[in-house]
């Protein structure tokens, strides 16, 4: 069974910076894609970045490139988001995502393909 646990949320003041973590197992894929998500409230959910696991090609969606970055610890089974310069608007649940093909520059835009989700973990950024 594919499992996916986020962890790293949490309150911080504008400008200020946090990590989080997308824990998975039960994988059995060659390659596959794995991506971050958010969703505040009474919005659409967005594509943060994505990031594929065998070359390691990320993709950033235009609101967060240059402060974000999203990597991948092969060892821990772990993909990462370091998210710096945090601004008010980035407030949201942050959801990483599984699909089980390498989805290019799709990555962000089709979420309706990922197979398995994670529970979220809540970003709050203070101004």
């Excluded at 821990?76 to 998210?83: C, D």
């Amino acid at each position: 069974e594919v499992q996916l646990v986020e962890s790293g949320g949490g309150l911080v003041q504008a400008g200020g910076s946090l990590r989080l973590s997308c824990a998975f197992s039960g994988f059995t894929f060659d390659d596959y894609t794995i991506g971050w998500f958010r969703q505040a409230p009474g919005k659409e959910r967005e594509g943060v970045s994505c990031i594929s696991w065998k070359e390691g090609v990320t993709y950033y969606g235009d609101s967060v490139k240059g402060r974000f970055t999203i990597s991948r610890d092969n060892a821990k089974n772990t993909v990462y988001l370091q998210m710096d310069s945090l601004r008010p608007e980035d407030t949201a649940l942050y959801y990483c995502a599984v699909d089980e093909y390498y989805l290019g520059s799709l990555c962000l835009r089709r979420d309706d393909w990922y197979d398995v989700w994670g529970q979220g973990t809540q970003v709050t950024v203070s101004s």
